[in-house]
Protein backbone atom coordinates (compact mmCIF):
# COMPACT_ATOMS: atom_id res chain seq x y z
CA UNK A 1 0.00 0.00 0.00
CA UNK A 2 2.55 2.52 0.55
CA UNK A 3 3.81 2.29 -2.86
CA UNK A 4 0.76 2.69 -3.88
CA UNK A 5 -0.04 5.66 -2.24
CA UNK A 6 3.54 7.42 -2.42
CA UNK A 7 4.39 6.14 -5.79
CA UNK A 8 8.07 5.27 -4.36
CA UNK A 9 10.13 2.16 -3.64
CA UNK A 10 13.31 1.90 -1.31
CA UNK A 11 15.99 0.94 -3.59
CA UNK A 12 18.21 -1.16 -1.73
CA UNK A 13 17.09 -2.31 1.10
CA UNK A 14 19.48 -4.66 2.26
CA UNK A 15 22.21 -1.33 1.97
CA UNK A 16 19.97 0.54 4.18
CA UNK A 17 19.82 -1.87 6.83
CA UNK A 18 23.82 -2.53 6.68
CA UNK A 19 24.11 1.28 7.22
CA UNK A 20 21.70 1.17 10.26
CA UNK A 21 24.03 -1.18 11.34
CA UNK A 22 27.12 0.16 11.21
CA UNK A 23 25.35 3.21 12.79
CA UNK A 24 24.43 1.33 15.69
CA UNK A 25 27.90 -0.34 15.90
CA UNK A 26 29.77 3.02 15.94
CA UNK A 27 28.14 5.12 18.76
CA UNK A 28 28.51 1.38 20.64
CA UNK A 29 32.11 2.10 19.66
CA UNK A 30 32.02 5.62 20.81
CA UNK A 31 30.05 5.11 23.82
CA UNK A 32 32.54 1.99 24.72
CA UNK A 33 35.41 4.68 24.13
CA UNK A 34 34.08 7.19 26.28
CA UNK A 35 33.11 4.72 29.06
CA UNK A 36 37.08 3.86 28.86
CA UNK A 37 38.00 7.68 28.85
CA UNK A 38 36.08 8.73 32.17
CA UNK A 39 36.44 5.04 34.15
CA UNK A 40 39.92 4.52 33.61
CA UNK A 41 42.22 3.59 36.25
CA UNK A 42 45.05 5.89 37.99
CA UNK A 43 48.77 4.66 38.36
CA UNK A 44 49.51 1.84 40.81
CA UNK A 45 50.29 3.29 44.12
CA UNK A 46 50.64 1.65 47.85
CA UNK A 47 48.08 1.38 50.38
CA UNK A 48 49.75 2.18 54.19
CA UNK A 49 49.67 -0.46 56.22
CA UNK A 50 49.23 -2.96 54.06
CA UNK A 51 51.43 -5.07 51.05
CA UNK A 52 48.95 -3.90 48.73
CA UNK A 53 49.48 -1.55 45.55
CA UNK A 54 45.98 -0.75 44.16
CA UNK A 55 44.76 1.33 41.08
CA UNK A 56 41.84 3.90 41.52
CA UNK A 57 39.90 5.30 39.08
CA UNK A 58 41.20 8.70 36.98
CA UNK A 59 40.22 11.70 39.43
CA UNK A 60 39.27 9.65 42.54
CA UNK A 61 40.27 11.37 45.86
CA UNK A 62 41.81 9.61 48.85
CA UNK A 63 39.80 10.04 51.99
CA UNK A 64 42.25 12.03 54.28
CA UNK A 65 40.87 10.58 57.91
CA UNK A 66 41.02 6.88 55.83
CA UNK A 67 43.84 5.97 53.37
CA UNK A 68 42.23 2.80 52.34
CA UNK A 69 38.85 4.89 50.94
CA UNK A 70 38.80 6.36 47.49
CA UNK A 71 35.74 8.42 46.26
CA UNK A 72 34.67 10.54 42.97
CA UNK A 73 33.47 13.74 44.31
CA UNK A 74 30.72 15.71 43.04
CA UNK A 75 29.07 18.99 44.65
CA UNK A 76 25.40 18.79 45.63
CA UNK A 77 23.20 21.19 47.30
CA UNK A 78 22.62 20.65 51.29
CA UNK A 79 20.35 22.14 53.19
CA UNK A 80 20.40 25.35 50.96
CA UNK A 81 24.32 25.08 50.93
CA UNK A 82 26.58 23.67 48.12
CA UNK A 83 29.43 20.85 49.75
CA UNK A 84 31.57 18.42 48.28
CA UNK A 85 30.25 14.51 48.28
CA UNK A 86 31.45 10.85 47.53
CA UNK A 87 29.09 10.34 44.31
CA UNK A 88 30.47 6.87 44.46
CA UNK A 89 33.60 5.44 47.05
CA UNK A 90 35.67 2.15 46.82
CA UNK A 91 37.43 1.11 50.34
CA UNK A 92 39.90 -1.86 50.56
CA UNK A 93 40.74 -3.76 53.06
CA UNK A 94 43.78 -6.41 54.24
CA UNK A 95 43.74 -8.61 57.32
CA UNK A 96 40.82 -6.85 58.80
CA UNK A 97 39.69 -10.50 59.94
CA UNK A 98 36.92 -9.84 62.29
CA UNK A 99 35.65 -7.15 60.79
CA UNK A 100 35.61 -8.67 57.32
CA UNK A 101 34.41 -12.15 58.38
CA UNK A 102 31.87 -10.64 59.80
CA UNK A 103 30.31 -8.23 57.16
CA UNK A 104 30.94 -11.39 55.31
CA UNK A 105 28.76 -13.55 57.17
CA UNK A 106 26.13 -11.09 58.02
CA UNK A 107 25.72 -10.66 54.25
CA UNK A 108 25.82 -14.05 53.24
CA UNK A 109 22.21 -14.48 55.71
CA UNK A 110 20.33 -12.77 53.42
CA UNK A 111 22.15 -12.51 49.64
CA UNK A 112 23.02 -15.27 47.49
CA UNK A 113 27.06 -15.40 46.90
CA UNK A 114 28.83 -14.61 43.97
CA UNK A 115 32.11 -16.01 42.48
CA UNK A 116 34.59 -13.51 41.79
CA UNK A 117 38.19 -12.77 41.95
CA UNK A 118 40.69 -9.91 43.42
CA UNK A 119 44.14 -9.90 41.47
CA UNK A 120 44.77 -13.98 40.76
CA UNK A 121 42.87 -14.96 42.73
CA UNK A 122 39.16 -17.02 42.91
CA UNK A 123 36.72 -15.23 45.57
CA UNK A 124 33.42 -14.57 46.26
CA UNK A 125 31.52 -11.05 46.05
CA UNK A 126 27.83 -10.32 47.80
CA UNK A 127 25.67 -7.47 46.06
CA UNK A 128 23.84 -6.08 49.46
CA UNK A 129 21.03 -3.32 49.97
CA UNK A 130 22.14 -0.05 51.65
CA UNK A 131 19.28 0.15 54.76
CA UNK A 132 20.06 3.47 55.43
CA UNK A 133 17.88 6.33 54.77
CA UNK A 134 20.35 9.15 53.54
CA UNK A 135 21.69 6.39 50.79
CA UNK A 136 19.36 3.77 49.75
CA UNK A 137 20.93 1.85 46.92
CA UNK A 138 23.52 -1.34 46.94
CA UNK A 139 27.12 -2.32 47.30
CA UNK A 140 29.36 -4.88 46.39
CA UNK A 141 31.15 -6.57 49.09
CA UNK A 142 34.23 -8.54 47.33
CA UNK A 143 36.45 -11.07 49.40
CA UNK A 144 39.37 -13.23 48.31
CA UNK A 145 41.77 -15.46 50.93
CA UNK A 146 45.50 -15.66 49.36
CA UNK A 147 47.25 -19.22 49.33
CA UNK A 148 49.69 -16.83 51.76
CA UNK A 149 47.21 -16.64 54.06
CA UNK A 150 45.98 -13.01 53.76
CA UNK A 151 42.81 -11.84 53.59
CA UNK A 152 41.89 -8.90 50.94
CA UNK A 153 38.68 -7.16 50.65
CA UNK A 154 37.20 -4.39 48.62
CA UNK A 155 33.73 -2.68 49.35
CA UNK A 156 32.13 -0.37 46.36
CA UNK A 157 29.22 1.80 46.99
CA UNK A 158 27.82 3.52 43.95
CA UNK A 159 25.13 6.66 44.45
CA UNK A 160 22.15 4.48 44.28
CA UNK A 161 21.95 0.74 42.09
CA UNK A 162 24.77 -1.04 40.99
CA UNK A 163 24.95 -0.20 37.05
CA UNK A 164 27.01 -2.41 34.54
CA UNK A 165 29.21 0.15 34.79
CA UNK A 166 29.77 -0.04 38.29
CA UNK A 167 30.34 -4.06 37.82
CA UNK A 168 32.55 -3.89 35.01
CA UNK A 169 34.44 -0.53 37.03
CA UNK A 170 34.79 -2.69 40.00
CA UNK A 171 36.11 -5.42 38.07
CA UNK A 172 38.92 -3.15 36.61
CA UNK A 173 39.79 -2.36 39.67
CA UNK A 174 40.08 -5.64 41.79
CA UNK A 175 42.24 -7.35 38.33
CA UNK A 176 44.89 -4.46 38.89
CA UNK A 177 45.36 -5.19 42.85
CA UNK A 178 48.69 -6.71 43.60
CA UNK A 179 50.76 -7.85 46.80
CA UNK A 180 54.06 -7.25 47.86
CA UNK A 181 55.03 -10.73 48.92
CA UNK A 182 57.88 -8.79 50.83
CA UNK A 183 55.45 -7.14 53.05
CA UNK A 184 53.16 -9.72 53.57
CA UNK A 185 54.54 -10.85 57.05
CA UNK A 186 55.77 -14.71 58.19
CA UNK A 187 54.47 -17.61 56.41
CA UNK A 188 51.38 -19.22 57.80
CA UNK A 189 52.40 -22.43 59.49
CA UNK A 190 55.21 -20.16 61.54
CA UNK A 191 52.07 -18.15 63.29
CA UNK A 192 50.85 -21.28 65.99
CA UNK A 193 54.38 -21.15 67.31
CA UNK A 194 54.31 -16.93 67.25
CA UNK A 195 51.11 -17.32 69.84
CA UNK A 196 52.58 -19.78 71.75
CA UNK A 197 50.33 -23.01 70.61
CA UNK A 198 50.05 -26.30 68.20
CA UNK A 199 47.94 -27.87 66.26
CA UNK A 200 47.51 -30.99 63.92
CA UNK A 201 46.01 -29.00 60.62
CA UNK A 202 42.47 -30.94 59.37
CA UNK A 203 41.90 -31.70 55.86
CA UNK A 204 40.12 -28.23 54.84
CA UNK A 205 41.29 -25.87 57.05
CA UNK A 206 43.78 -22.83 56.07
CA UNK A 207 45.42 -20.45 58.89
CA UNK A 208 45.24 -16.90 58.06
CA UNK A 209 47.20 -14.03 59.84
CA UNK A 210 48.93 -12.71 61.75
CA UNK A 211 46.46 -10.38 63.50
CA UNK A 212 47.77 -8.68 66.05
CA UNK A 213 45.12 -6.17 67.08
CA UNK A 214 43.29 -8.98 69.45
CA UNK A 215 46.47 -9.57 71.13
CA UNK A 216 49.08 -11.98 68.95
CA UNK A 217 46.61 -14.14 66.84
CA UNK A 218 45.56 -15.96 63.91
CA UNK A 219 42.66 -16.78 61.92
CA UNK A 220 41.49 -20.25 60.76
CA UNK A 221 38.98 -20.93 57.84
CA UNK A 222 37.32 -23.87 56.28
CA UNK A 223 39.03 -24.12 52.38
CA UNK A 224 37.13 -27.35 51.42
CA UNK A 225 33.86 -24.75 49.94
CA UNK A 226 33.55 -22.14 47.21
CA UNK A 227 33.45 -19.52 49.92
CA UNK A 228 34.04 -19.55 53.94
CA UNK A 229 31.14 -20.64 56.15
CA UNK A 230 33.25 -20.18 59.30
CA UNK A 231 36.07 -18.52 60.45
CA UNK A 232 38.06 -19.52 64.26
CA UNK A 233 40.15 -16.47 65.59
CA UNK A 234 42.70 -17.89 68.25
CA UNK A 235 44.50 -15.12 70.53
CA UNK A 236 46.55 -15.83 73.49
CA UNK A 237 45.94 -14.16 77.01
CA UNK A 238 47.67 -13.94 79.96
CA UNK A 239 45.99 -16.29 82.72
CA UNK A 240 46.95 -13.98 85.39
CA UNK A 241 44.73 -11.37 84.35
CA UNK A 242 41.72 -13.75 84.79
CA UNK A 243 41.60 -13.96 89.10
CA UNK A 244 37.76 -15.36 88.37
CA UNK A 245 38.99 -18.36 86.79
CA UNK A 246 35.82 -20.26 86.83
CA UNK A 247 33.41 -17.26 85.16
CA UNK A 248 36.29 -16.10 82.70
CA UNK A 249 33.25 -15.57 79.93
CA UNK A 250 30.54 -13.70 82.07
CA UNK A 251 32.08 -10.30 81.07
CA UNK A 252 32.42 -11.28 77.38
CA UNK A 253 28.87 -12.85 77.49
CA UNK A 254 27.49 -9.65 78.43
CA UNK A 255 29.75 -7.54 75.66
CA UNK A 256 28.46 -10.09 73.08
CA UNK A 257 24.73 -9.52 73.94
CA UNK A 258 23.27 -12.79 73.27
CA UNK A 259 22.48 -15.84 75.06
CA UNK A 260 24.57 -18.36 75.24
CA UNK A 261 24.79 -22.32 76.81
CA UNK A 262 27.45 -22.74 79.52
CA UNK A 263 30.30 -25.06 80.11
CA UNK A 264 33.54 -25.39 82.04
CA UNK A 265 35.19 -28.42 81.80
CA UNK A 266 38.89 -30.26 82.23
CA UNK A 267 41.14 -32.24 79.54
CA UNK A 268 43.48 -35.05 80.43
CA UNK A 269 46.35 -32.60 80.56
CA UNK A 270 44.89 -30.64 83.32
CA UNK A 271 44.38 -27.74 80.83
CA UNK A 272 40.91 -26.01 81.25
CA UNK A 273 37.81 -25.46 78.81
CA UNK A 274 35.57 -22.07 79.44
CA UNK A 275 32.91 -22.10 76.99
CA UNK A 276 30.46 -20.27 75.82
CA UNK A 277 27.94 -21.51 73.01
CA UNK A 278 25.36 -19.78 71.39
CA UNK A 279 22.05 -21.23 71.59
CA UNK A 280 20.04 -22.66 68.60
CA UNK A 281 17.11 -21.08 69.83
CA UNK A 282 18.90 -17.30 69.83
CA UNK A 283 17.92 -14.94 66.60
CA UNK A 284 20.15 -11.93 67.18
CA UNK A 285 21.83 -10.82 64.93
CA UNK A 286 25.47 -11.77 65.97
CA UNK A 287 27.26 -14.21 63.72
CA UNK A 288 29.47 -15.35 66.69
CA UNK A 289 28.17 -19.16 67.19
CA UNK A 290 30.62 -19.48 70.26
CA UNK A 291 33.75 -18.46 72.38
CA UNK A 292 36.11 -20.75 74.02
CA UNK A 293 39.07 -20.16 76.45
CA UNK A 294 41.48 -22.94 76.65
CA UNK A 295 43.92 -22.33 79.68
CA UNK A 296 46.86 -24.41 81.27
CA UNK A 297 47.62 -22.56 85.03
CA UNK A 298 49.19 -20.98 85.73
CA UNK A 299 49.99 -18.67 82.46
CA UNK A 300 48.91 -20.23 79.52
CA UNK A 301 45.92 -19.44 77.79
CA UNK A 302 44.28 -18.44 74.53
CA UNK A 303 40.85 -16.97 73.68
CA UNK A 304 38.87 -18.28 70.52
CA UNK A 305 36.08 -16.82 68.74
CA UNK A 306 34.22 -19.00 66.56
CA UNK A 307 32.34 -17.12 63.91
CA UNK A 308 29.81 -18.67 60.99
CA UNK A 309 26.57 -17.68 59.55
CA UNK A 310 23.48 -19.33 61.82
CA UNK A 311 22.92 -22.56 58.95
CA UNK A 312 26.52 -23.36 59.79
CA UNK A 313 27.06 -22.77 63.12
CA UNK A 314 27.07 -26.35 64.12
CA UNK A 315 29.63 -27.17 61.74
CA UNK A 316 31.97 -24.27 62.98
CA UNK A 317 31.43 -25.46 66.58
CA UNK A 318 32.13 -29.10 65.49
CA UNK A 319 35.61 -27.71 63.98
CA UNK A 320 36.17 -25.51 67.15
CA UNK A 321 35.77 -28.74 69.85
CA UNK A 322 38.08 -30.27 67.11
CA UNK A 323 40.89 -27.44 67.64
CA UNK A 324 39.96 -27.43 71.35
CA UNK A 325 40.85 -31.14 71.69
CA UNK A 326 44.14 -31.23 70.04
CA UNK A 327 45.21 -27.75 71.10
CA UNK A 328 49.20 -27.72 72.72
CA UNK A 329 50.68 -24.51 74.49
CA UNK A 330 54.36 -24.39 73.16
CA UNK A 331 57.35 -21.87 73.81
CA UNK A 332 56.27 -18.40 72.30
CA UNK A 333 58.86 -15.85 71.59
CA UNK A 334 57.43 -14.18 74.38
CA UNK A 335 58.90 -16.27 76.79
Not at 47 to 71: A, I, Q, Y
Not at 213 to 233: K, S
Not at 292 to 299: L, N, S, T
Request: charged share 25%.
Amino acid sequence: MFEVHTGSRPGRPTVLLLLAAGALVGVLVLAWAQVQTTRGLAEALPLEGTPLRVRPPKGWVRDSSNPLLFGKLIRKEVWGRERWAAERTVEFHYNDFYRQFTHMFQAAIAYRAEPARIGEWDGVQHVVARNTPRMPGQMALRWVTTPAGGQIGVIYTPLAELSHGDLYLLDEICKAISVDEAQAGPAADTLPAWIGVSFPMAAGWQILGPDGRGGPGLWLQNVEEDQPVWAIGVFRRLLERWPDRPNLLRVESRRLGWSGEHRLYYREDGAFVDELRRSDRDRSASVIASVRIVARPPDRAVVLYVLSTPDHARRANAAADQLVETLEFVANPAD
